[in-house]
């Protein structure tokens, strides 16, 4: 899969635009672009420098931290699980 699959696929899921989960604003929580940040780094075989500057991240670590959030919520959150399950299944 490519990143820009990954985001579309993340993007219909929680209905918002593209562009939202590209650029994302600062200070604001935003699941829908973690859970897009954790499926290109599972999906695409990216590095987090490559996934950084994809999402125009300025830190590789925000990238890592956003992930580590993610996997968090996987491992404590059944539902959540499921849903990023059927959207990681949507992508392909």
Known sequence: ATPEQVVR??????RVA???LINGRGGRENEARKVAMY???RCCDRTLKETASFFGVGS???VGWACH????????NM??????????????
């Open 79 to 92: 539902k959540f699980t499921q849903q990023v399950e059927r959207v990681r299944s949507s992508i392909y």
């Open 18 to 20: 593209v562009e939202q």
């Open 39 to 41: 499926l290109v780094r």
């Open 60 to 62: 590789y670590g925000a």
């Open 9 to 14: 696929a993340v993007s219909r899921w929680y």
């Open 69 to 76: 959030g993610i996997e968090s919520k996987l491992e404590a």
